[in-house]
Structure formats: C-alpha cells, structure tokens
C-alpha cells in the first residue's frame, strides 16, 4: 500500500517537472514568427524615426538593412531547426542543443527510473513490517529476563532436593547470569562448574564457562573454548548462530584474528567430497544390488581417502555413519573412534557408536571392554539411555556386580513403555539375576 | 583579491576534511581527559569500612610496599557490572590487593551487590557523600588507579577497565614492570 502510494507521488512530480519542460519547447515556427514581429515592429520605428527627421536617410537606410539581414538569418536559423527535428537527425542541430533540450526530461525520469532499479534488486517488498514496539522481540534478553526469577526459584526447588542436579546447577548458574544483566557472576561460576563435572559436553554450561572467559580478560580461552563447543555441536544446533554471533564480538572486542581457515562462519564441513546430484540420480537408477555394490565403493573410497587425510573429524563421523548404515558395525565403530580421538563427540553421536558396538555382540553374549568404555561414556551423559542401562548390566552380570546389574535394569523398566517388546525379557533376565 | 574570497569554502572544506581524517586515523580518543593524578602521592585516604565491623581505610592502606589497586564502583552502575569479572580474576589468580570504594552508594544497595557478583575487594571503602571522589579527580564510575608500593599513582583509569588494559598495563604493574 505504501509502495504504491510513493509510487504515485513520484509519477505525479515526475509529471509536474515533465510538463512545463515539454512545454517550453515551442514549435520553431512559432518562435521565427515573434522575431520577426519584433523586427517588423523596429522596421515601422525606423520608418516613424526617419519621418520625424531624427534620422538621416544614409544612417536610416544602413539601419534598416541591418534589420533585413536578421530577418533573414532567423528564417534561415528556423527552417534548419525545424528540419532537424522533423527527421529526428542530430546532424542539423548542434550537440549543446540537444542536450539542453533533452537533459532536464531525461534526468527527471532516469532519478526515479534508477530508484526503482536498485529497489527491484535490492528490495526485498515481502518483509513484514516492523513496528518500533515490536523491536525489542528481536533481542532475546528482555523476554528471557522476564523468567529469570521464575528459572531461579525452579533451580533453586530442585537443588534442594538433589544438590549435584547437574541440570538444575546449569540452570541455576544461568539463572544468577541473567539476573546479573548477562555478566557470570562468581557464584554463578561456581555452580556452572559444579554442573560441568557431571556433564562435560553440555553446551550451555560451556556456553557461559566462555562467557566467563571472555568477561575475565580470556578471551583467547573463550574463543578456544567455544571453537570446540562449536565443532562439537551437530550443525543445525539452535545454538549456533548465536554461538558463532558471540565468537565473532568477542575476537573482535579482543583484537583477535579469527583464522580464516576455522569455521567460523559454517559448520564443521569434511573436505572430503559429497555424491554429486547427478551421482546420486544415477544411483537411483540402479538395481539395488548394484546399488549397494556402488555405495560400498564410495565408501571404501572415502575410508581409504581419510588414511591419507586423519585429521579430518567430520569425514570420520561420515564414514562410520555409513558404515553404520552398511551394516558394518565393526568399521563404524572404529570410525566413530578415530573422530572421537580428534575431538570428544558428542552425547548424540556416542549414542549412534554405542550402537555400532552392541550391534557386534551375539544375543547372550557379554559387551566387549570397548563397547563397555563407550557405554558408560552415554551413561554419564544420558543417564536414562535405554541402549546404556541395558549392556552396562549386562557387563555388570557377567562381572559378578549383580547388584548394579539389577539396579540398572530396573530403572530401564521403569523407563520403558508398557507394551515395549523387550519387556518380558528384561523381567526374565531380572529375576534370573534377583536368585 | 575576489577570486580568493570565493576559494575560502573550498579551503575550509579541505581543512576539516584533514581534522577529521586525522582524528579517525592516528587513535586519538577524543573522550580522553587525562588525569593529574599520575606520578604524585594518591589523595588522602580516610574513610569508614563498607562491611560492617571493619578497620577504616587510611593513607597506611596505600603504603605497604606493595601494588594496590584503588577501584571507584557503585551498585547502581552498569559499567561496574562489565568490570567486575576482570577485577575477581586478578584477585583470585593474580593475587592483587585491591581496594573498593562504594561512591556515592547506600550501603543497603552496595553490600548486596557484592554479595551477588562476588566480593573481591582486601578492603573496601564507603564514600556516599563522594568527598573523597572529589579528592581523587573522580569524574565518575568506575575509575581505577593503580597505586605503587610507595603510594604514587601510576596509572589513572577513567571508565571500566578492560581485557586490553589487564594484560597491557594492569598485569605488568603488578609483577613490577611498570613504573
């Protein structure tokens, strides 16, 4: 509505300036025929001068062929003119003429014409509007401030209860930040590190530890710290943007280059190439045997790829997905394993090679020492993993430590949904275990 | 002689345009209004204890052979809050003697504050008429001086201290490296 309105009051002073300027044009016969009842008129002077006797004949005679000379010169100057413009060639009429004929026209219409250029490719017309009393949503402080109190009190409620409540003390320390107009505070510190002993890969809690880094003069351990948090994040984390937005001010605040190398801007991209779309409609096309015979090629491609390249951690997290996906859980494992090495994964993906590993053990048989060392890794991070509680009670059986067996298991029924399949076997294996 | 009368603009442009570009470029901070203190004895001190049922501060304070360093803050000042991080790292890890002066700040307000934020203030001061402020070429909060073993000031700070100033100033004063 708006455009249009502006869109109308240009087209209206552009009409306003268009008009008198084309109108000014007057024909060349019209201007010929002024002068030359200008110059009749002081032909009839002269006459009415020489009557008189003001004038003498000689001097009266000489004038008055001076003015039939200009006659003549404006009848030659106008025809030409009108010629010109009648057959539109520039070649009668001087330069200096047409552009002052055609300057102010052409530059009152190529001002708008221009404006409208760089609005269609600049413009973005579909953008809601933003009235001033809504900018502030934009800044997420002064909505999240509205619940610090309600987040304090609720941290505060559950700590009571279980005082090492990892999430409550990271909520706690968050909380008390928040409440202190985005500085962490020491007892916020406190509690932030509390939190980190038992949850090492908790990005809000590494979050604010940077923030604490930063704030205290260390902004390089800031910076390093959340370079890791940010490698470790899977790429369409919500904290990301946010992350990267923090990391960005604060090498800036500090004077820091930001290696142009890092990742700063996107996720943690492997170098190693991804199926092209055309390779991947060539692939559907395929019969599945050979299908799966082409994916394992690529596969292998890439394994024997990142022998050459070990230190690329999100190709490793690539190939033991695949693999995965292959079936090869033996592989997968020990892909997950090398991109562990390089940086510690997170708990999703310890999920994923826990997986893999269990994936190797024989129905009945026990977890190996491994698989056992990457499961009590997703037991420390997600202590309700279902995949976790099961085989570290298993190992713990067939260790001979029947009660944590027992105590494991009983929290995953507890866990499980009614009707879960798995059910009547966890009860068999528990009262076996209860003997 | 009406010829260069027309140039005048021109030159006056051209001078500015020089001013400015020259401000932007040589990293002079125009806010900057220097500080008399730097180099002579720091201004008398003598003032009663924020928390309760401690000694008054006193000139002694600022003489003991050792760096200190004197921090003007209130708790109604939102700079303070920016600074104070810095000011609990060099306590706790640096192991500054630092001395706080709540300026022109209720002790209801100021004790509070500590409390939630951390307290890392050796001493610290209650200056709520700000006499002592004046005393000092206080033009605000916070303001930070640092003070050599002898009572000499040797830096004067005006506005919050920051990353730059721990590592290019505060740090080196404290290991002696300053003068």
Same mark, same amino acid.
Not at chain 1, 313 to 327: E, T, Y
């Given at each position: 509505?708006?455009? !249009? ?5 240009? /087209?209206?002073?552009?009409? $306003? ?47 008055? /062929? ?43 219409? !190529?001002?708008?014409?221009? $404006? ?7 413009? &973005? ?6 009235? !001033? ?9 002064? #909505?999240?401030?509205?619940?610090? +109190?309600?987040?304090? $009190? ?23 930040? %928040? ?71 604060? +090498? ?11 990742? #700063? ?38 394994? +024997? ?32 394993? &090398? ?28 977890? #190996? ?19 976790? %509680? !099961? ?45 | 002689? *009406? *010829? ?9 442009? @051209? ?38 049922? =401690? @000694? ?10 050792k760096p200190?360093i004197?921090?003007?803050? @209130? ?7 920016? =600074?104070?991080?810095?000011?609990? *790292?060099l306590? =706790?890890r640096e192991g500054a003697t ?17 409390? *939630? ?25 916070? =303001?930070?001086?640092l003070?050599d073993g002898?009572?000499?000031?040797r830096r ?10 721990l590592n290019e100033t505060i740090l080196p004063f404290l290991k002696g490296a300053v003068k």
């Open positions: 509505m708006l455009e !249009f309105l502006l869109a109308l009051l240009t /087209t209206a002073t552009v009409a $306003a300036l268009l008009w008198p300027l084309l109108r000014m044009r007057l024909p060349a016969r019209d201007r010929l025929s002024g002068e030359l009842a200008i110059y009749r008129d002081q032909l009839a002077e002269l006459e009415r001068e020489r009557a008189a006797g003001t004038l003498k004949p000689a001097e009266a005679a000489a004038a008055r /062929t001076e003015i039939e000379r200009r006659m003549l010169a404006a009848g030659d100057a106008a025809t030409t003119t009108t010629k010109g413009s009648a057959t539109g060639s520039a070649k009668a009429s001087t330069p200096s003429d047409a552009v002052q004929k055609w300057l102010p026209p052409a530059l009152s219409l !190529f001002v708008p014409l221009l $404006a409208l250029g760089l609005y269609l490719q600049t413009g &973005r017309p579909g953008l809601p509007a933003a009235p !001033f009393a809504d900018r502030g949503s934009e800044h997420p402080a002064p #909505s999240r401030q509205l619940d610090v +109190a309600g987040l304090l $009190a609720e941290a505060r409620a559950r700590l009571a209860q279980d005082p090492n409540d990892a999430d409550a003390l990271a909520a706690l320390g968050e909380g008390l930040t %928040l409440e202190a107009g985005g500085t962490v505070t020491q007892p916020a510190l406190e509690a932030l590190q509390r939190a980190l002993r038992t949850r090492p890969d908790d990005a809000r809690i590494l979050y604010y530890l940077g923030l604490h880094e930063a704030q205290s003069g260390e902004s390089k351990a800031a910076i390093a710290r959340w370079r890791d948090l940010e490698a470790a994040s899977p790429p369409d984390a919500p904290w990301l943007p946010m992350l990267r937005a923090e990391i960005a001010r604060v +090498a800036k605040a500090a004077g820091i280059e930001l290696p142009p190398s890092a990742p #700063s801007t996107q996720a943690p991209q492997s170098t190693m190439p991804t199926p092209s779309r055309e390779q991947q409609e060539a692939m559907a096309q395929l019969a599945p045997e050979q299908r799966q015979q082409a994916i394992r090629s690529m596969v292998e491609g890439l394994a +024997a790829r990142l022998a050459d390249a070990p230190q690329d951690r999100a190709g490793w997290l690539r190939l033991a997905n695949a693999w995965k996906v292959l079936g090869e859980n033996a592989n997968a494992a020990d892909a997950y394993g &090398r991109a562990d090495t390089l940086a510690p994964v997170d708990a999703r993906i310890l999920a994923d090679w826990a997986e893999a590993h269990v994936r190797q053990v024989a129905p009945g048989a026990v977890p #190996s020492a491994q698989a056992v060392a990457v499961l009590e890794r997703l037991e420390k991070a997600e202590p309700r993993n279902a995949l976790a %509680l !099961f085989y570290l009670g298993v190992a713990a059986e067939a260790a001979g430590n029947k009660p944590a067996a027992l105590q494991r298991w009983k929290t995953l029924l507890a866990l499980l949904p009614a009707d879960a399949p798995i059910r009547g076997m966890l009860e068999e294996r528990i009262k076996a275990a209860s003997r | 002689m *009406r *010829r260069l009368l027309f140039i005048l603009p021109l030159l006056t442009l @051209a001078l500015m345009a020089g001013f400015f570009a020259w401000s932007l470029t040589s990293g002079r901070d125009p806010a900057s209004i220097g500080s008399v203190m730097v180099g002579r004895p720091a201004p008398k001190l003598d003032l009663p204890a924020l928390r309760p049922g =401690e @000694a008054p501060l006193t000139d002694a304070d600022l003489r003991t052979g200190v004197v921090n003007f803050f @209130a708790s109604w000042c939102t700079p303070c809050l920016a =600074e104070h991080p810095l000011f609990t *790292r306590r =706790e630092i001395v706080g002066i709540a300026w022109k700040n209720k002790r209801d307000d100021a004790l509070p504050w500590l409390k *939630r934020l951390g307290d890392p203030f050796k001493l610290a001061g209650f200056d709520l008429d700000g006499k002592t402020g004046l005393d000092w070429g206080l033009s605000g909060v916070p =303001e930070t001086y003070i002898t009572g000499i000031v004067h700070y005006r506005g919050p201290i920051t990353e730059r100033d």
